[in-house]
């Protein structure tokens, strides 16, 4: 696994050097918009309604909307220094706390944490420091351009850090708390209880799988199988042409493809041949071979 930061754990004094690898992947089916017509895949272009022009990208700034349709102008430069220094990349730590006053709402993002070299005295010390004490690591950390807060807590033999949100990013709900009810009878709270102990049992995330993913899943099947599939032809070309980028690669075509490709090319015999009858034409470039080039192309 690449990791894709590099920076250090810091608390105190203390540094560990550190490296972060993503810990999650999204698996929600992905649907495209595509022509009913022909089956092309419809795509978005960047448009000035006032000018009535497709832009390019260097044409197009970014605002910040301080009243209805005013905007406060940014250049590149400008934004750039808000971001501030790229390069800088640490976990710093804040505080401890106990993982049960946090509240989950709070977490975003999760990312593993690897130790950034073969000395793992330190990472190995915070960690089992931290299970020890059943204490989570609250910390600001610097992904790309905005600094957040994140928990780092121990996991196994490695660290997980989750991405948090700001205090400010949470939504109140104070407004829909319902209103004071009669307190449940004996009788209805044993029951409840009753119920919760039946259906207690071991966190396992693997019982209950992704039914909406699987669904889908099965359907694209059955849809591929029936033959209603439609093919972009309008991309084809680009994707033939581009020499790089990430590009879809059909399988069954690139073998039968090279099937073909094999069946045109000589056998090993009639190669050897070939060589030998292009050595003696160095070896005597005045003569002509007896024999006709095989035709390239």
């Not at 649907?31 to 272009?45: A, D, N, P, S, Y």
């Not at 004490?133 to 928990?151: I, M, S």
Request: proline residues 6%; contains cysteine; neutral net charge.
């Amino acid at each position: 696994m690449r990791a894709f930061w590099s920076g250090e754990i810091s608390f105190g004094l203390v540094t560990i050097p550190a490296k972060l690898y993503t810990a999650t992947k999204d698996l929600t089916p992905q649907f495209h918009q595509l022509h009913k017509e022909c089956g092309t895949r419809i795509t978005m272009v960047r448009r000035c309604p006032k000018c009535n022009k497709d832009l390019p990208y260097d044409q197009i700034g970014k605002g910040y909307e301080v009243a209805k349709n005013e905007y406060a102008l940014f250049t590149k430069e400008e934004l750039a220094k808000l971001d501030g220094d790229e390069t800088g990349g640490s976990i710093e730590i804040v505080e401890f706390v106990d993982p049960l006053e946090v509240d989950l709402a709070y977490v975003e993002k999760s990312y593993w944490i690897g130790p950034g070299s073969k000395n793992v005295r330190g990472y190995d010390l915070l960690r089992s420091v931290l299970a020890e004490t059943k204490k989570v690591a609250l910390a600001k950390v610097r992904l790309r351009t905005r600094t957040r807060l994140a928990l780092v807590r121990p996991r196994g033999k490695l660290f997980a850090l989750d991405m948090m949100r700001f205090a400010e990013e949470l939504v109140p709900g104070d407004e829909l708390a319902p209103a004071d009810q009669k307190e449940p009878s004996p009788r209805e709270k044993q029951l409840a209880l009753h119920l919760v102990e039946e259906l207690s049992g071991p966190f396992d995330p693997a019982r209950h799988p992704d039914e909406y993913r699987n669904a889908v899943l099965a359907a694209v099947d059955q849809k591929v199988e029936a033959g209603e599939v439609a093919r972009d032809v309008a991309e084809e070309a680009p994707a033939a042409a581009a020499s790089t980028g990430a590009q879809v690669i059909d399988l069954a075509e690139l073998l039968s493809r090279s099937i073909k490709a094999a069946g045109n090319k000589p056998g090993p015999a009639k190669a050897r041949d070939d060589e030998h009858e292009e050595k003696a034409e160095k070896a005597a470039p005045g003569k002509t071979a007896k024999k006709g080039k095989r035709a390239t192309g």
